[in-house]
C-alpha cells in the first residue's frame, strides 16, 4: 500500500519539528569512526573575520548561527528554512534573523552577503541548480558559498535494512523525498555556477557496539525510505527492525555494526 501523503509533505512534516535531526546529528557526533565535524569544516572553509553578512540556507535548529553569535559574529546573520520551527529556532538566538524562504526563491537583493553556507540541505532541493544560481544571485561577487552533502548511499547497511522492512508494507523509493545531489554530482553543478570550487572530502563510518542508538538511529532514517511521520505502519516497522537489529546483536557477539558514511564540502568564491 502506498503512503497517503506524497514525497514532499513527508519532508515538510518530518522538519516541522527538529528533533529527529537533533537524533541524527547527536548519533553521528558520538558513533562516528573518525572524528566527525562538518561544521569545524565549513567554518576553515569560509574562514571569517567576524564581520561578515551571513547567510545559512535550510539552517535546520540553527545551531551554527548559534555557535557564530556565541563566538562574537558581529555581522548580521540569518537563517533560511522552509520550516517554521527552524525559523522560530533561528528567531530565538540574539543578534540572528529567521527567514522562512525556499533555498530558490529567497527575499533577497541581489549581492547581499558576503558569506552564504548551505549544510546537508542541498538533497533536499527538486532543483538543486536553481538553488545554486540563488545562492550566486544573493552573494556579492568576491563572496563565498559553502555546501555541504553526504556521499553516495550513506550507511547502505542500515538503509537497506530498512529499505526491506518498509517493503514488507508496500512501501518502496518512489515513496521517499527525492534526494537530488551528493558528493560525486555536486562537483560538476557547482563548477556550471560558480566556475570553480575547492572540495573537501570526508570519509567516515558509523560504529555501533549496541543496538539501542542504531535503532534510534534507523527510526530517525524513516522518512527518507518513504516511512513518514504519518505513515500507518511505522510502529510496526519500527518493532520489526527492532527485533532484526537485536538479533544481529545476538548472532554476533563481540562484533559491531559498520556502515560508511562521509561528506563534501564543496566551497565557491562568486566571480567578480
Ligand atoms: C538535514 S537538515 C540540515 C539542517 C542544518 N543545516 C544542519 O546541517 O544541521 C535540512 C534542513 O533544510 C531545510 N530545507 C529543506 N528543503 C529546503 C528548501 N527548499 N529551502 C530551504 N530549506 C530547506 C529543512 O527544513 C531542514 O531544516
Not at 208 to 216: A, E, K, N, R, V
Request: glycine share 8%; proline share 8%.
Amino acid at each position: 500500500m502506498k503512503s497517503s501523503t506524497g514525497a514532499l509533505s513527508q519532508l515538510d512534516a518530518e522538519y516541522s519539528d527538529p528533533t529527529a535531526l537533533q537524533v541524527r546529528i547527536d548519533i553521528h557526533r558520538r558513533y562516528s569512526e573518525k572524528p566527525h565535524d562538518p561544521q569545524a569544516d565549513v567554518l576553515a572553509a569560509i574562514n571569517l573575520t567576524g564581520a561578515e553578512y551571513l547567510a545559512d540556507i535550510g539552517c535546520g535548529d540553527a545551531r551554527f548561527l548559534a555557535s557564530l553569535a556565541a563566538a562574537g559574529h558581529q555581522g548580521p546573520l540569518v537563517g533560511v528554512d522552509t520550516s517554521a520551527a527552524m525559523v522560530g529556532s533561528a528567531d530565538l538566538i540574539p543578534g540572528v534573523r529567521g527567514i522562512l524562504a525556499d533555498a530558490t526563491r529567497m527575499p533577497f537583493d541581489d549581492n547581499t552577503f558576503d558569506v552564504l553556507t548551505a549544510r546537508h540541505m542541498l538533497y533536499h532541493v527538486p532543483e538543486p541548480v536553481a538553488a545554486l544560481a540563488e545562492f550566486r544571485r544573493t552573494t556579492k561577487p568576491g563572496g563565498t558559498v559553502s555546501v555541504v552533502v553526504n556521499r553516495p548511499r550513506t550507511c547502505p547497511r542500515l538503509r537497506e535494512l530498512i529499505t526491506a522492512h518498509a517493503a514488507t508494507y508496500g512501501i518502496d523509493r518512489t515513496d521517499a523525498p527525492p534526494y537530488t545531489v551528493d558528493a560525486d554530482s555536486l562537483p560538476p553543478l557547482m563548477n556550471e555556477v560558480f566556475g570553480t570550487a575547492t572540495l573537501l572530502r570526508r570519509d567516515n563510518a558509523l560504529v555501533f557496539d549496541s543496538p539501542g542508538p542504531l535503532i534510534q538511529f534507523a527510526e530517525s532514517l524513516f522518512t527518507f525510505d518513504g516511512i513518514g511521520p504519518g505513515n500507518p505502519h511505522r510502529s510496526a516497522i519500527l518493532t520489526d527492525l527492532t527485533a532484526d537489529i537485536e538479533d544481529w546483536f545476538t548472532y554476533h557477539p563481540g562484533q559491531a555494526w559498520r556502515d560508511p558514511k562521509g561528506y563534501l564540502v564543496a566551497t565557491a568564491t562568486v566571480p567578480e
